[in-house]
């Protein structure tokens, strides 16, 4: 018995795999506007679920989709209901809803 010979004993294991796969990070900043209003939301509401941070967390996955990000899939598959609206604003290429002023203050353009 040799102590720290080729493979030192242990098995190598095989890596799993995201169960969703993998996908790229959002190296442009796209949708970062959105994941800073859905930390705002979080910390507003002492790290509760609550249902405008969902729809916050909806936006940002929408704005992921529209950009290539992720592969396009239905929101009930990803845990949202089908009444949960977000109405996006045209244009916009965050994917913005229809407020007109994010939650740290500044205006949507």
Known sequence: MSFGGPGGGQKAQKPTPPER???????????KPIIGDYLRCVRRMRGLNDNECRLIAKEYLRCRMEHNLMLPD????????????????????????????????????
Not at 21 to 31: I, N, R, T
Not at 81 to 88: I, L, R, S, T, Y
């Open 21 to 31: 796969g993998s996908f790229p990070l959002d190296h442009d900043g796209d949708c």
């Open 74 to 109: 239905d929101f009930k598959n990803l845990g949202f209901a089908e009444d949960d609206k977000v109405v996006p604003i045209p244009g916009h290429a965050g994917g913005a809803t229809a407020r007109s002023v994010r939650d740290d203050g500044k205006k949507i353009r």
